[in-house]
DNA sequence: GGATGTATTTGATCGAGATCAAAGCGACGG
DNA sequence: CCGTCGCTTTGATCTCGATCAAATACATCC
Protein backbone atom coordinates (compact mmCIF):
# COMPACT_ATOMS: atom_id res chain seq x y z
CA UNK A 1 0.00 0.00 0.00
CA UNK A 2 1.29 3.61 -0.64
CA UNK A 3 1.78 6.02 2.05
CA UNK A 4 -0.60 8.59 1.43
CA UNK A 5 1.28 12.12 1.94
CA UNK A 6 -0.71 13.68 4.84
CA UNK A 7 -0.71 12.13 8.26
CA UNK A 8 -4.92 12.72 8.32
CA UNK A 9 -6.80 9.86 8.10
CA UNK A 10 -4.34 7.48 7.01
CA UNK A 11 -5.16 4.81 10.11
CA UNK A 12 -7.96 2.81 10.26
CA UNK A 13 -9.16 0.39 13.27
CA UNK A 14 -9.47 -3.32 11.59
CA UNK A 15 -13.32 -2.87 10.68
CA UNK A 16 -14.41 1.01 11.51
CA UNK A 17 -15.67 2.82 7.98
CA UNK A 18 -13.24 5.41 8.41
CA UNK A 19 -9.93 5.96 9.20
CA UNK A 20 -8.96 7.31 12.39
CA UNK A 21 -7.62 10.77 12.36
CA UNK A 22 -5.91 10.30 15.66
CA UNK A 23 -3.25 7.62 14.81
CA UNK A 24 -0.46 8.06 12.57
CA UNK A 25 0.80 6.50 9.91
CA UNK A 26 4.12 5.66 11.56
CA UNK A 27 2.54 3.19 13.83
CA UNK A 28 3.36 -0.01 14.14
CA UNK A 29 0.98 -2.74 13.58
CA UNK A 30 0.91 -3.41 17.20
CA UNK A 31 -0.45 -0.47 18.52
CA UNK A 32 -3.56 -1.39 16.21
CA UNK A 33 -3.97 -4.75 18.03
CA UNK A 34 -3.96 -2.79 20.58
CA UNK A 35 -6.72 0.02 19.43
CA UNK A 36 -8.70 -3.07 18.55
CA UNK A 37 -8.46 -4.60 22.19
CA UNK A 38 -9.67 -1.98 24.21
CA UNK A 39 -12.34 -0.44 21.38
CA UNK A 40 -16.36 -0.99 21.21
CA UNK A 41 -19.05 0.97 19.03
CA UNK A 42 -21.70 2.70 20.28
CA UNK A 43 -24.64 4.09 18.61
CA UNK A 44 -26.99 7.44 19.28
CA UNK A 45 -30.68 8.40 18.16
CA UNK A 46 -30.77 11.96 17.07
CA UNK A 47 -31.43 14.42 19.80
CA UNK A 48 -29.87 11.73 22.18
CA UNK A 49 -27.22 12.64 25.08
CA UNK A 50 -24.13 11.60 24.44
CA UNK A 51 -22.70 13.04 27.64
CA UNK A 52 -23.79 15.77 30.23
CA UNK A 53 -21.48 18.46 31.52
CA UNK A 54 -20.63 17.37 34.78
CA UNK A 55 -20.65 13.15 33.87
CA UNK A 56 -17.64 10.93 34.28
CA UNK A 57 -16.60 9.62 30.96
CA UNK A 58 -15.06 6.61 30.52
CA UNK A 59 -14.28 6.24 27.42
CA UNK A 60 -12.58 9.02 24.59
CA UNK A 61 -13.78 8.64 21.15
CA UNK A 62 -13.67 9.07 17.01
CA UNK A 63 -16.70 9.72 15.13
CA UNK A 64 -17.22 7.19 12.95
CA UNK A 65 -20.49 8.44 11.53
CA UNK A 66 -23.18 11.13 11.77
CA UNK A 67 -22.62 14.21 13.41
CA UNK A 68 -22.59 15.36 17.28
CA UNK A 69 -22.65 18.95 18.85
CA UNK A 70 -21.25 20.22 21.88
CA UNK A 71 -23.05 22.76 23.81
CA UNK A 72 -22.30 24.63 27.03
CA UNK A 73 -25.90 25.86 28.78
CA UNK A 74 -26.79 28.22 31.75
CA UNK A 75 -28.70 27.91 34.57
CA UNK A 76 -31.69 30.27 32.83
CA UNK A 77 -31.65 27.96 29.70
CA UNK A 78 -29.27 30.53 27.51
CA UNK A 79 -27.57 27.73 25.25
CA UNK A 80 -23.71 28.03 23.39
CA UNK A 81 -22.51 25.58 21.16
CA UNK A 82 -19.12 25.29 20.91
CA UNK A 83 -18.12 22.36 18.98
CA UNK A 84 -19.49 20.26 16.13
CA UNK A 85 -17.94 16.65 15.82
CA UNK A 86 -17.94 15.60 11.85
CA UNK A 87 -17.17 11.54 10.76
CA UNK A 88 -13.68 10.92 12.15
CA UNK A 89 -13.27 14.21 14.68
CA UNK A 90 -11.89 13.25 18.01
CA UNK A 91 -14.17 13.25 21.78
CA UNK A 92 -12.95 13.29 25.26
CA UNK A 93 -10.28 13.65 26.86
CA UNK A 94 -7.60 10.89 28.05
CA UNK A 95 -6.91 12.00 31.02
CA UNK A 96 -9.45 13.78 32.88
CA UNK A 97 -12.89 11.68 33.76
CA UNK A 98 -15.51 14.53 33.48
CA UNK A 99 -16.36 16.79 30.85
CA UNK A 100 -18.07 20.55 30.80
CA UNK A 101 -20.22 20.57 28.11
CA UNK A 102 -23.34 18.21 27.02
CA UNK A 103 -22.38 16.26 23.85
CA UNK A 104 -25.76 15.70 22.26
CA UNK A 105 -26.35 13.28 18.84
CA UNK A 106 -27.61 15.86 16.60
CA UNK A 107 -28.31 13.22 13.78
CA UNK A 108 -28.02 9.70 14.28
CA UNK A 109 -24.55 9.09 15.42
CA UNK A 110 -21.92 6.00 15.68
CA UNK A 111 -18.94 6.46 18.21
CA UNK A 112 -16.01 4.26 18.02
CA UNK A 113 -14.99 4.16 21.83
CA UNK A 114 -11.66 3.36 23.08
CA UNK A 115 -11.79 2.66 27.15
CA UNK A 116 -10.08 5.73 28.58
CA UNK A 117 -7.78 4.29 31.08
CA UNK A 118 -6.19 1.71 29.00
CA UNK A 119 -6.19 4.56 26.07
CA UNK A 120 -4.33 6.73 28.37
CA UNK A 121 -1.63 3.99 28.66
CA UNK A 122 -1.78 3.78 24.94
CA UNK A 123 -0.43 7.29 25.07
CA UNK A 124 2.09 6.85 27.39
CA UNK A 125 3.55 4.00 25.19
CA UNK A 126 3.44 5.13 22.28
CA UNK A 127 4.86 8.97 21.78
CA UNK A 128 3.13 9.10 18.22
CA UNK A 129 -0.25 9.24 19.23
CA UNK A 130 0.41 12.51 21.62
CA UNK A 131 1.68 14.09 19.27
CA UNK A 132 -0.93 13.43 16.89
CA UNK A 133 -3.60 14.26 19.26
CA UNK A 134 -1.44 17.48 19.83
CA UNK A 135 -1.87 18.53 16.58
CA UNK A 136 -5.53 17.48 16.29
CA UNK A 137 -5.99 19.79 19.37
CA UNK A 138 -4.45 22.78 17.90
CA UNK A 139 -6.23 22.56 15.16
CA UNK A 140 -9.51 22.23 17.36
CA UNK A 141 -7.94 25.38 19.00
CA UNK A 142 -7.48 27.35 15.54
CA UNK A 143 -11.15 26.26 14.56
CA UNK A 144 -12.42 27.42 17.94
CA UNK A 145 -10.37 30.87 17.26
CA UNK A 146 -12.14 31.72 14.33
CA UNK A 147 -15.87 30.90 15.86
CA UNK A 148 -14.73 33.69 18.77
CA UNK A 149 -14.06 36.06 16.19
CA UNK A 150 -17.35 35.01 14.11
CA UNK A 151 -19.21 35.04 17.81
CA UNK A 152 -17.77 38.66 19.01
CA UNK A 153 -17.70 40.73 16.30
CA UNK A 154 -19.37 39.28 12.78
CA UNK A 155 -23.04 40.44 11.72
CA UNK A 156 -26.15 37.57 11.72
CA UNK A 157 -25.81 37.69 8.04
CA UNK A 158 -22.00 37.49 8.14
CA UNK A 159 -22.71 34.71 10.72
CA UNK A 160 -24.60 32.66 8.77
CA UNK A 161 -22.54 32.98 5.48
CA UNK A 162 -19.86 31.81 7.54
CA UNK A 163 -21.61 29.04 8.85
CA UNK A 164 -22.67 28.00 5.33
CA UNK A 165 -18.84 28.36 3.86
CA UNK A 166 -17.55 25.94 6.72
CA UNK A 167 -20.26 23.07 6.60
CA UNK A 168 -19.50 23.49 2.52
CA UNK A 169 -15.79 23.09 3.17
CA UNK A 170 -15.64 20.52 5.61
CA UNK A 171 -18.40 18.73 3.49
CA UNK A 172 -16.70 19.29 0.40
CA UNK A 173 -13.60 17.88 1.91
CA UNK A 174 -14.76 14.27 2.78
CA UNK A 175 -16.07 14.24 -0.58
CA UNK A 176 -12.77 15.16 -1.66
CA UNK A 177 -13.67 18.01 -3.63
CA UNK A 178 -11.39 20.71 -4.80
CA UNK A 179 -12.38 24.28 -5.50
CA UNK A 180 -15.58 23.92 -7.27
CA UNK A 181 -17.59 27.14 -8.55
CA UNK A 182 -20.71 26.07 -7.03
CA UNK A 183 -21.54 23.42 -4.57
CA UNK A 184 -24.35 21.79 -3.03
CA UNK A 185 -24.69 19.89 0.43
CA UNK A 186 -27.19 19.21 3.23
CA UNK A 187 -27.61 21.07 6.29
CA UNK A 188 -26.89 18.71 9.39
CA UNK A 189 -28.51 21.40 11.96
CA UNK A 190 -31.79 22.55 12.79
CA UNK A 191 -32.38 26.48 12.51
CA UNK A 192 -32.40 26.43 16.38
CA UNK A 193 -29.21 24.23 16.70
CA UNK A 194 -27.55 26.97 13.77
CA UNK A 195 -28.72 29.63 16.24
CA UNK A 196 -26.63 28.01 18.79
CA UNK A 197 -23.77 27.14 16.78
CA UNK A 198 -23.84 31.31 15.78
CA UNK A 199 -24.60 33.21 18.91
CA UNK A 200 -28.15 34.18 17.54
CA UNK A 201 -32.04 33.17 17.98
CA UNK A 202 -33.77 30.75 15.71
CA UNK A 203 -35.79 33.57 13.83
CA UNK A 204 -32.81 35.58 13.07
CA UNK A 205 -31.22 32.30 11.53
CA UNK A 206 -34.31 32.39 9.46
CA UNK A 207 -34.40 35.58 8.37
CA UNK A 208 -30.93 35.79 7.04
CA UNK A 209 -31.36 32.67 5.14
CA UNK A 210 -34.18 34.02 3.57
CA UNK A 211 -32.07 37.21 2.71
CA UNK A 212 -29.40 35.45 1.45
CA UNK A 213 -31.94 32.96 -0.85
CA UNK A 214 -33.56 36.32 -1.69
CA UNK A 215 -30.36 37.92 -2.69
CA UNK A 216 -29.38 34.81 -5.18
CA UNK A 217 -26.12 34.10 -2.83
CA UNK A 218 -27.68 30.26 -1.60
CA UNK A 219 -31.05 28.27 -3.14
CA UNK A 220 -33.00 26.12 -1.03
CA UNK A 221 -34.40 22.99 -1.81
CA UNK A 222 -36.67 21.98 1.13
CA UNK A 223 -35.44 23.13 4.72
CA UNK A 224 -32.13 21.48 4.85
CA UNK A 225 -30.77 21.31 1.30
CA UNK A 226 -28.32 24.15 0.26
CA UNK A 227 -27.14 25.11 -3.35
CA UNK A 228 -24.51 27.36 -3.61
CA UNK A 229 -24.38 28.74 -7.13
CA UNK A 230 -21.13 31.10 -6.40
CA UNK A 231 -18.81 29.79 -3.42
CA UNK A 232 -17.39 32.96 -4.57
CA UNK A 233 -20.18 34.80 -3.68
CA UNK A 234 -20.80 33.39 -0.85
CA UNK A 235 -17.82 33.70 0.79
CA UNK A 236 -17.89 37.30 0.01
CA UNK A 237 -20.70 37.60 2.40
CA UNK A 238 -18.65 35.68 5.38
CA UNK A 239 -16.50 38.91 6.32
CA UNK A 240 -13.40 36.93 5.90
CA UNK A 241 -10.00 37.00 3.89
CA UNK A 242 -9.95 35.49 0.51
CA UNK A 243 -7.46 33.77 1.44
CA UNK A 244 -6.29 31.80 4.46
CA UNK A 245 -8.79 29.08 5.27
CA UNK A 246 -7.44 26.21 3.32
CA UNK A 247 -7.29 24.01 6.57
CA UNK A 248 -10.20 23.16 8.43
CA UNK B 1 14.23 20.75 46.90
CA UNK B 2 11.24 19.01 47.70
CA UNK B 3 9.08 17.58 44.73
CA UNK B 4 5.90 19.42 44.24
CA UNK B 5 2.56 17.22 43.97
CA UNK B 6 1.36 18.73 40.89
CA UNK B 7 3.11 18.58 37.20
CA UNK B 8 2.13 22.24 36.68
CA UNK B 9 5.03 24.78 37.29
CA UNK B 10 7.39 22.38 37.85
CA UNK B 11 10.47 22.37 35.70
CA UNK B 12 12.52 25.91 35.02
CA UNK B 13 15.16 26.48 32.68
CA UNK B 14 18.06 27.18 34.27
CA UNK B 15 17.57 30.42 34.87
CA UNK B 16 14.04 31.50 33.85
CA UNK B 17 12.17 33.50 37.09
CA UNK B 18 9.13 31.56 35.99
CA UNK B 19 8.70 27.48 35.76
CA UNK B 20 7.89 26.52 32.59
CA UNK B 21 4.49 24.59 32.50
CA UNK B 22 5.14 23.04 29.43
CA UNK B 23 7.96 20.42 30.72
CA UNK B 24 7.29 17.62 33.48
CA UNK B 25 8.99 16.73 36.62
CA UNK B 26 9.39 13.01 35.48
CA UNK B 27 11.88 14.74 32.74
CA UNK B 28 15.23 13.72 32.98
CA UNK B 29 17.94 16.36 33.30
CA UNK B 30 18.79 15.85 29.79
CA UNK B 31 16.22 17.57 28.59
CA UNK B 32 16.52 20.47 30.42
CA UNK B 33 20.14 21.10 29.36
CA UNK B 34 18.69 20.66 25.35
CA UNK B 35 15.88 23.35 26.19
CA UNK B 36 19.08 25.35 27.31
CA UNK B 37 21.05 25.06 24.85
CA UNK B 38 17.78 26.07 22.09
CA UNK B 39 16.36 28.88 23.89
CA UNK B 40 17.22 32.98 24.30
CA UNK B 41 15.30 35.95 25.54
CA UNK B 42 13.13 38.35 23.99
CA UNK B 43 11.91 40.97 25.46
CA UNK B 44 8.79 43.67 24.13
CA UNK B 45 7.32 47.18 24.72
CA UNK B 46 3.82 47.51 25.76
CA UNK B 47 2.08 47.79 22.50
CA UNK B 48 4.75 46.28 20.34
CA UNK B 49 3.54 43.36 18.21
CA UNK B 50 5.17 39.93 18.67
CA UNK B 51 4.17 38.19 15.26
CA UNK B 52 1.82 39.13 12.90
CA UNK B 53 -0.34 36.92 11.35
CA UNK B 54 0.74 35.09 8.14
CA UNK B 55 4.70 35.49 9.26
CA UNK B 56 6.63 32.85 10.01
CA UNK B 57 7.46 32.11 13.51
CA UNK B 58 10.49 30.39 13.88
CA UNK B 59 10.39 30.06 17.39
CA UNK B 60 7.89 28.83 20.46
CA UNK B 61 8.13 30.00 23.79
CA UNK B 62 6.63 30.52 27.47
CA UNK B 63 5.78 33.76 29.11
CA UNK B 64 8.12 34.41 31.61
CA UNK B 65 6.83 37.95 32.64
CA UNK B 66 3.52 40.48 31.43
CA UNK B 67 0.75 39.80 29.41
CA UNK B 68 0.65 39.30 25.64
CA UNK B 69 -2.48 38.84 23.71
CA UNK B 70 -3.88 37.05 20.62
CA UNK B 71 -6.40 39.03 18.42
CA UNK B 72 -8.03 38.17 14.96
CA UNK B 73 -8.72 41.13 12.64
CA UNK B 74 -11.14 41.58 9.99
CA UNK B 75 -10.72 43.66 6.67
CA UNK B 76 -12.41 46.49 7.60
CA UNK B 77 -10.96 46.64 11.31
CA UNK B 78 -13.14 44.81 13.63
CA UNK B 79 -10.99 43.00 16.16
CA UNK B 80 -11.27 40.50 18.60
CA UNK B 81 -9.01 38.99 21.05
CA UNK B 82 -8.89 35.11 20.91
CA UNK B 83 -6.15 34.54 23.79
CA UNK B 84 -4.61 35.85 26.46
CA UNK B 85 -1.10 35.12 27.70
CA UNK B 86 0.01 35.28 31.50
CA UNK B 87 3.34 34.13 32.49
CA UNK B 88 3.48 30.68 32.28
CA UNK B 89 1.44 30.39 28.91
CA UNK B 90 2.68 28.84 26.18
CA UNK B 91 3.03 30.48 22.54
CA UNK B 92 3.31 28.89 19.31
CA UNK B 93 2.42 25.59 17.46
CA UNK B 94 5.76 23.41 17.28
CA UNK B 95 4.79 22.03 13.92
CA UNK B 96 3.59 24.78 11.79
CA UNK B 97 5.72 27.71 10.81
CA UNK B 98 2.52 30.15 10.28
CA UNK B 99 0.41 31.51 12.78
CA UNK B 100 -3.13 32.71 12.22
CA UNK B 101 -3.66 35.87 14.17
CA UNK B 102 -1.92 38.53 15.80
CA UNK B 103 0.11 38.27 18.95
CA UNK B 104 0.45 41.73 20.57
CA UNK B 105 2.68 42.68 24.02
CA UNK B 106 -0.63 43.86 25.83
CA UNK B 107 2.14 45.45 28.89
CA UNK B 108 5.92 44.73 28.71
CA UNK B 109 6.59 41.36 28.15
CA UNK B 110 9.80 38.67 28.15
CA UNK B 111 9.57 35.56 26.43
CA UNK B 112 11.65 32.73 26.99
CA UNK B 113 11.67 31.53 23.46
CA UNK B 114 13.13 27.69 21.76
CA UNK B 115 14.20 27.28 18.37
CA UNK B 116 11.20 25.67 16.59
CA UNK B 117 12.88 23.24 14.86
CA UNK B 118 15.16 21.78 17.39
CA UNK B 119 11.91 22.18 19.95
CA UNK B 120 9.85 20.49 17.71
CA UNK B 121 12.79 17.23 17.53
CA UNK B 122 12.87 17.53 21.47
CA UNK B 123 9.18 16.68 21.42
CA UNK B 124 9.82 13.78 18.76
CA UNK B 125 12.45 12.52 21.48
CA UNK B 126 10.50 12.85 24.31
CA UNK B 127 6.97 11.77 25.36
CA UNK B 128 6.02 13.42 28.21
CA UNK B 129 6.28 16.73 26.38
CA UNK B 130 4.18 16.35 23.85
CA UNK B 131 1.83 14.65 26.81
CA UNK B 132 2.29 17.79 28.63
CA UNK B 133 1.74 20.20 25.98
CA UNK B 134 -1.66 18.18 24.79
CA UNK B 135 -2.39 18.72 28.55
CA UNK B 136 -2.27 22.14 28.43
CA UNK B 137 -3.72 23.01 24.35
CA UNK B 138 -6.78 20.79 25.96
CA UNK B 139 -6.97 22.99 28.84
CA UNK B 140 -6.54 25.96 26.67
CA UNK B 141 -9.42 24.46 24.18
CA UNK B 142 -11.95 23.87 27.06
CA UNK B 143 -11.39 28.36 28.27
CA UNK B 144 -11.78 29.13 24.57
CA UNK B 145 -15.45 27.29 25.06
CA UNK B 146 -16.12 28.78 28.19
CA UNK B 147 -15.01 32.22 25.99
CA UNK B 148 -17.31 31.10 23.46
CA UNK B 149 -20.22 31.07 26.04
CA UNK B 150 -19.68 34.48 27.28
CA UNK B 151 -18.92 35.97 23.59
CA UNK B 152 -22.17 34.23 21.97
CA UNK B 153 -24.95 34.29 24.98
CA UNK B 154 -23.90 36.41 28.31
CA UNK B 155 -25.20 40.26 28.38
CA UNK B 156 -23.04 43.16 28.63
CA UNK B 157 -22.64 43.29 32.43
CA UNK B 158 -22.08 39.46 32.57
CA UNK B 159 -19.53 39.45 30.63
CA UNK B 160 -17.41 42.27 32.39
CA UNK B 161 -18.38 40.18 35.59
CA UNK B 162 -17.14 37.16 33.91
CA UNK B 163 -13.89 38.93 32.67
CA UNK B 164 -12.91 40.63 36.26
CA UNK B 165 -13.97 37.06 37.62
CA UNK B 166 -11.47 35.23 35.29
CA UNK B 167 -8.48 37.97 35.31
CA UNK B 168 -8.72 37.81 39.27
CA UNK B 169 -9.22 34.06 39.80
CA UNK B 170 -6.10 34.09 37.20
CA UNK B 171 -4.32 36.39 39.14
CA UNK B 172 -4.77 34.59 42.20
CA UNK B 173 -3.79 31.44 41.39
CA UNK B 174 -0.55 33.31 40.51
CA UNK B 175 -0.03 34.47 43.93
CA UNK B 176 -1.26 31.20 45.47
CA UNK B 177 -4.31 32.47 47.26
CA UNK B 178 -7.29 30.16 47.99
CA UNK B 179 -11.03 30.96 48.12
CA UNK B 180 -10.71 35.04 49.83
CA UNK B 181 -13.81 36.70 50.38
CA UNK B 182 -12.27 39.30 48.77
CA UNK B 183 -10.06 40.54 45.99
CA UNK B 184 -7.92 43.47 44.75
CA UNK B 185 -6.10 43.25 41.99
CA UNK B 186 -5.13 45.17 38.87
CA UNK B 187 -6.11 45.09 35.22
CA UNK B 188 -4.13 44.14 32.78
CA UNK B 189 -5.51 45.78 29.68
CA UNK B 190 -7.00 49.15 28.38
CA UNK B 191 -10.78 49.68 27.75
CA UNK B 192 -10.16 48.83 24.39
CA UNK B 193 -7.99 45.51 24.98
CA UNK B 194 -11.03 44.63 27.03
CA UNK B 195 -13.87 45.44 24.48
CA UNK B 196 -12.01 43.06 21.96
CA UNK B 197 -11.90 40.86 24.47
CA UNK B 198 -15.44 40.80 25.10
CA UNK B 199 -16.91 41.56 21.83
CA UNK B 200 -18.56 44.79 22.71
CA UNK B 201 -17.68 48.95 22.27
CA UNK B 202 -15.13 50.63 24.79
CA UNK B 203 -18.06 52.83 25.51
CA UNK B 204 -20.12 50.15 26.67
CA UNK B 205 -17.28 48.37 29.01
CA UNK B 206 -16.68 52.03 30.86
CA UNK B 207 -20.52 52.39 31.25
CA UNK B 208 -20.36 48.86 32.46
CA UNK B 209 -17.56 49.13 34.75
CA UNK B 210 -19.34 52.55 36.26
CA UNK B 211 -22.59 50.41 36.55
CA UNK B 212 -20.73 47.74 38.78
CA UNK B 213 -19.19 50.39 40.75
CA UNK B 214 -22.22 51.97 41.31
CA UNK B 215 -24.10 48.93 42.62
CA UNK B 216 -21.17 47.87 44.73
CA UNK B 217 -20.36 45.54 43.35
CA UNK B 218 -16.50 46.19 42.42
CA UNK B 219 -14.91 49.76 43.50
CA UNK B 220 -12.21 51.19 41.21
CA UNK B 221 -9.03 52.66 43.01
CA UNK B 222 -7.55 54.58 39.84
CA UNK B 223 -8.47 53.37 36.29
CA UNK B 224 -6.76 50.32 37.09
CA UNK B 225 -6.97 49.04 40.02
CA UNK B 226 -10.25 46.58 40.87
CA UNK B 227 -11.17 45.89 44.49
CA UNK B 228 -13.56 43.14 44.92
CA UNK B 229 -15.61 43.22 48.38
CA UNK B 230 -17.35 40.01 47.72
CA UNK B 231 -16.60 37.58 45.30
CA UNK B 232 -20.15 36.02 45.61
CA UNK B 233 -21.43 38.97 44.75
CA UNK B 234 -19.19 39.10 41.28
CA UNK B 235 -19.83 35.71 40.84
CA UNK B 236 -23.12 35.92 41.00
CA UNK B 237 -23.07 38.74 38.20
CA UNK B 238 -21.31 36.51 35.91
CA UNK B 239 -24.27 34.33 34.62
CA UNK B 240 -22.16 31.26 35.47
CA UNK B 241 -22.71 28.41 38.31
CA UNK B 242 -21.49 28.57 41.94
CA UNK B 243 -19.73 25.87 41.44
CA UNK B 244 -17.40 24.53 38.37
CA UNK B 245 -14.65 26.76 37.21
CA UNK B 246 -11.66 25.51 39.82
CA UNK B 247 -9.66 25.12 37.02
CA UNK B 248 -8.60 27.83 34.59
C1' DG C 1 1.78 76.48 35.54
C1' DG C 2 -0.05 75.65 30.87
C1' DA C 3 -0.09 72.77 26.67
C1' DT C 4 -0.57 68.53 24.49
C1' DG C 5 -2.02 63.87 24.05
C1' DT C 6 -4.05 59.60 25.46
C1' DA C 7 -7.30 56.91 28.20
C1' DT C 8 -11.66 57.08 30.15
C1' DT C 9 -16.29 58.57 31.29
C1' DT C 10 -20.74 60.24 30.23
C1' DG C 11 -24.61 61.75 27.22
C1' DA C 12 -27.92 61.44 23.17
C1' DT C 13 -29.59 58.81 19.55
C1' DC C 14 -29.96 54.91 16.43
C1' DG C 15 -30.51 50.35 14.71
C1' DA C 16 -29.59 45.22 14.47
C1' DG C 17 -31.21 41.55 16.47
C1' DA C 18 -34.30 39.81 20.32
C1' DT C 19 -38.81 38.97 21.71
C1' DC C 20 -43.64 38.10 21.28
C1' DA C 21 -47.09 36.38 18.23
C1' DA C 22 -49.15 34.10 14.37
C1' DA C 23 -49.12 31.57 10.14
C1' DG C 24 -47.27 28.15 6.80
C1' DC C 25 -45.49 23.68 5.59
C1' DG C 26 -44.57 18.92 5.41
C1' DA C 27 -44.66 14.37 7.42
C1' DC C 28 -47.06 10.94 9.70
C1' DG C 29 -50.94 8.35 11.65
C1' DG C 30 -55.75 7.67 11.90
C1' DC D 1 -58.78 13.07 3.61
C1' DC D 2 -58.13 15.43 7.90
C1' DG D 3 -55.85 16.44 12.30
C1' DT D 4 -51.75 16.78 14.85
C1' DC D 5 -47.04 17.81 15.70
C1' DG D 6 -42.53 19.69 14.90
C1' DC D 7 -39.96 22.71 12.23
C1' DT D 8 -39.75 26.93 9.77
C1' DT D 9 -41.13 31.41 8.07
C1' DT D 10 -42.90 35.94 8.54
C1' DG D 11 -44.72 40.06 10.99
C1' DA D 12 -44.80 43.79 14.72
C1' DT D 13 -42.53 45.81 18.35
C1' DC D 14 -39.02 46.51 21.82
C1' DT D 15 -34.42 46.75 23.83
C1' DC D 16 -29.60 46.44 24.53
C1' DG D 17 -25.52 47.73 22.93
C1' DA D 18 -23.47 50.48 18.97
C1' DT D 19 -22.53 54.85 17.25
C1' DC D 20 -21.67 59.67 17.31
C1' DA D 21 -20.24 63.41 20.20
C1' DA D 22 -18.39 65.85 24.03
C1' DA D 23 -16.43 66.36 28.50
C1' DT D 24 -13.15 64.86 32.07
C1' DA D 25 -8.98 62.85 34.15
C1' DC D 26 -4.29 62.25 34.15
C1' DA D 27 0.09 61.82 32.26
C1' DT D 28 4.37 64.05 30.30
C1' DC D 29 6.82 67.78 28.38
C1' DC D 30 7.98 72.53 27.92
Not at 27 to 44: H, N
Request: hydrophobic share 40%; charged share 25%.
Amino acid sequence: MPQKSLAVSDFACSDCPIRHRAVCSRCESGEMEQLDAIKYYRRFEAGQAIVWAGDKMDFVASVVEGVAALTQTMEDGRRQMVGLLLPSDFLGRPNRESVTYDVTATTEVTLCCFRRVPFQGLIEATPHLSQRLLEMTLDELDAAREWMLLLGRKTAREKIASFLFIIARRDASLKNFGGLESLSFDLPLTREAMADYLGLTLETVSRQMSALRRDGVIELQGKRHILVPSVEALMDETGDDADGGVYS
